[in-house]
């Protein structure tokens, strides 16, 4: 396959880094936009020293229309989106909806506006948040959505149906989008990994960071759950895994085997983990304690989810390699490695 050129909103993010890598490896040109609201330009730096090519980058917000515009207007040959952009914390999205609403929903639609007339490919970064609290695990493709239980979930949903109505009335438009479970690790070379500014909003980095001593403690929200031993249980997934999936998703519609211009697939390992287990693993490998203790219940979290992810090894041919205790590990190493460039998460 010859070089294709391909936009990755968000690209300098946690999942769009390692995306973008996988990307260069399997031949594409990559042109990423990034606000940098959670993201550091250094990590391009990184992604250069790990695929030994430099994406061109763009830092502005994708929800200001004219400037969207003008990027494809400059890049007439770029008919591909991997969409990443997106304010992504849970609890904040519970806080301040709106702030959700404008970022998650305006960003999609000024991109899908700009591609409009033209024979686009977008992959789209899903969430399994779009299923609410399912009645019945582990969620497949065909489970019923229920109503999303944070805004960010909703902005999800919605999101989703927008591509889906916009593939209805644009037959040529093609969207395949990809419904992660719980993202976490780092990449092998521990050179590009999960990067919060400021108060981590995942479980992970937060283990990680109180183990390095930047946190006092870690909050387990919630001990009260019906799972086995009371926390809320997850089907946490290495992001390297996932991020060679995008590449198989796009690889499925440049061949043209879409059943339909609109599709999507649950990426998760398929077992869940509680938040307890979790830790473990982690302490297990790396022989360092966290300290942690149980506090109330987060608004917006639901209690278990984990995947039933088939559909996506039928048709796009990927299964999960890692498992928990390699996506700790690897998560521990990029801490270290942060500890070392502090540069990194300079505001």
Known sequence: MGKSKILVTGGLGFIGSHTTVELIRAGYEV????????????????????????PEFHAFDLCEESRVFDLFARHPDMDMVIHFAASKAVGESVENPLLYYHNNL?????????????????????????????????????????PAESPYGNTKQICEEILRDTCKAYPDQQVISLRYFNPVGADASALIGELPIGTPANLVPFITQTAVGIRKELSVFGNDYNTPDGTAIRDFIHVTDLAKAHVLALDRMLKGKQKSNFEFYNLGTGKG???????????????????????????????????????????????????????????????????????????
């Open 31 to 54: 042109v990423i936009v990034d606000d940098l609201s959670n993201a550091s330009e250094k990590v391009l730096d990184n992604i250069e020293k790990i695929a030994s090519i430099r």
């Open 273 to 347: 983990y509680s938040v307890l287990e979790a830790i473990t693993s982690f302490e297990r490998v790396t022989g360092v304690k966290v300290n942690y203790k149980i506090v109330g219940r987060r608004s917006g979290d639901i209690e278990k989810i984990y995947a039933d992810t088939g559909m996506a090894d039928v048709e796009l041919g990927w299964k999960p390699e890692l498992g928990l205790d390699d996506m700790m590990r690897s998560a521990w190493r990029w801490q270290q490695y942060i500890q070392q460039h502090p540069e990194l998460t300079a505001t």
């Open 106 to 146: 305006y960003s999609l639609i000024n991109v899908m506006r700009a591609l409009k007339g033209k024979q686009h490919k977008i992959v789209f970064s899903s969430s399994c948040t779009v299923y609410g609290q399912p009645e019945i695990l582990p969620v497949t493709e065909g489970t019923p959505f229920q």
